[in-house]
């Protein structure tokens, strides 16, 4: 393969893992919850004390076999260890940001924030049910959008029932809150 179609060189920069992170608005907190920051937390201790260790030591046995250049344990090791890398410091920097929000000490039960669990009715009768969480665990599939999307800017501060306008590429659109709900506070 040519080498003009392939990186060589392992001190260039590959921004592509921060590139895919949802980024946070200039001057906002990387809001998160407590569940959030412990899956974040939980998948950079993985990647430090069982992932990395693992694939040093694939790379360093790779090593000792000599010739590096065709060696597919060695070049692909040392690009999984650049991936993993990247992926520590990006964990790092965001786990340094977030700011823990516990939805269960919201005192506005009945208000849409951080946290709340929101029915609303679209203008063509569909219902859909959205959590609002952080940046980083944001996961439309399953119902959680994150805090910055436009549906969760548009539901946020209003109250069961009221009417709130979202604004899309397509037009505005009328969507009604049915009901707002929080997670109980477990004693």
């Keep these: 393969m040519n080498k003009a179609f392939v990186k060589e060189n392992d001190n260039e920069p590959d921004d592509d893992l921060e590139a895919e992170a949802s980024p946070l608005p ?3 907190k990387n809001y998160i919850t407590r569940q959030g920051y412990q899956k974040l937390r939980d998948e950079l201790t993985h990647l430090m004390t069982t992932e990395r260790p693992d694939v040093v030591s694939v790379v360093s046995w790779a090593a000792s076999n000599g010739d590096r250049s065709e060696n ?9 260890l650049r991936e993993i890398d990247r992926r520590i410091r990006f964990l790092t920097k965001r786990l340094d940001k977030a700011e823990v929000v516990d939805p269960e ?18 203008q063509d ?11 980083d665990e944001a996961d439309p599939l399953q119902g959680k959008i994150s805090w910055i999307s436009p549906v969760a800017r548009a539901l946020t501060k209003a109250h069961e029932g009221d ?6 590429p397509a037009g505005e659109q009328e ?13």
């Design 163 to 168: 009417v709130v306008t979202l604004r899309t």
């Design 72 to 80: 597919g344990d060695y070049l692909y090791g040392k690009k999984r």
């Design 175 to 187: 969507l009604e809150i049915l009901s707002v709900t929080y997670p109980v506070a477990q004693a």
């Design 26 to 28: 200039a001057g906002t």
């Design 125 to 135: 009768e569909q219902e859909f049910t959205v959590t609002i969480v952080g940046v």
């Design 105 to 122: 000490q919201q005192p506005n039960k009945d208000q849409v924030f951080f946290g709340a669990t929101v029915a609303y009715m679209d």
